[in-house]
């Protein structure tokens, strides 16, 4: 229950699922909007087109930028 409330980086992480899933939708307005509002709130800075597999873990997440050409595969620990 503790990322839940308090990790910005798996907070940051869940907003980026939805934002990508709105960008493979080809609603890019909506999901441009709400991976800035994320990027405001969590200081982190994922792009909707990334690719990103699951297993993912920003630790200490403030300042991390991925672009939208980036591919991060499963498992993978940012810290």
Not at 21 to 28: A, M, N, P
Not at 49 to 59: C, E, F, N, W
Request: glycine share 8%; aromatic share 8%; charged share 15%.
């Amino acid at each position: 229950s503790m990322p839940l409330l308090y990790l910005k980086g798996y907070h940051a992480l869940q907003g980026y699922r939805v934002a990508n899933w709105l960008w493979k939708q080809g609603r890019h307005a909506l999901a441009t909007y709400l991976q800035n509002q994320i990027s405001v709130a969590c200081q982190v800075d994922i792009h909707p087109a990334a690719r990103i597999g699951s297993g993912i873990m920003l630790d200490h997440a403030t300042g991390i930028v991925i672009g939208e050409t980036a591919v991060i595969d499963n498992d993978v620990s940012i810290l």
